[in-house]
């Protein structure tokens, strides 16, 4: 009659059953694979009892009748410690309980307190730097009242007159004119018969040039 191998399973999972037998029968995994004809990987996962990377369902259920019965293990026995194992394998992990901050958990301490009104100011001071880098070197409003453009006159001189800000340099046809204090100008200008083109410039120290033109033509009297 034949006999299984017996081998004592108290507390011992399959994996180290198999290994064991094996181990006591001086073999190696590529020794059993080469009788068995199961693959090494297949081998070490059911030693390892890595149930993961092995096929499902029969299939592993065979690998494993396959492996005990060259081992000359019961492979009833095995069956049943390996069905609760991959039952247990096939859990999910249990996630990691991460409680959520709400707004009964923030509390509003002195030191945050301090660091958010600190926040505060350096955002409202860069905030305030953008802006007065951003004034300097942009060029200066320029508003011209008159003359309008495309203006057809029997004038020979013509009155340009507009307004910008203080302490801006302005220059008609490249020729510097006063403003007041409130930044209005105005200044005669000599016409030539036919289409005169007048440049009206408004330059801060540092800032950009700002240009507006004006078309004027001079008929001539009959």
């Keep these: 009659m034949y006999k299984f191998r017996v081998t004592k399973i108290n507390n011992k999972t399959v994996g180290e059953i198999l290994e064991e037998s094996r181990r006591e029968q001086d073999l190696s995994l590529e020794e059993a694979s080469r009788e068995t004809h199961v693959h090494p990987k297949q081998l070490m996962a059911l030693e390892a009892g890595d149930y993961k990377n092995l096929p499902g369902g029969v299939y592993s259920e065979k690998i494993l009748e396959t492996y005990a019965n060259f081992l000359n293990l019961d492979f009833g026995g095995l069956k049943k410690i390996f069905e609760k194992e991959t039952i247990l394998s096939r859990k999910p992990s249990q996630k990691t309980f991460v409680p959520k901050i709400s707004a009964k958990n923030f509390i509003v301490t002195p030191r945050l307190i301090e660091i958010s009104l600190g926040v505060i100011a350096v955002l409202l001071l860069l905030t305030y730097l953008g ?87 001079l008929t001539e009297n009959k």
């Design 131 to 217: 802006f007065e880098i951003n004034n300097i070197f942009s060029a200066p409003p320029l508003d011209i009242s008159s003359p309008s453009d495309n203006l057809i006159t029997e004038k020979s001189a013509i009155e340009v007159i507009g307004q910008t800000e203080k302490e801006v340099k302005i220059k008609i046809n490249d020729q510097e004119v006063q403003i007041d204090t409130e930044g209005n100008f105005r200044e005669s200008v000599s016409l030539k018969t036919g289409l005169n083109i007048i440049k009206i410039s408004a330059a801060k120290k540092r800032g950009r040039e700002n240009i507006v033109y004006r078309q004027v033509v």
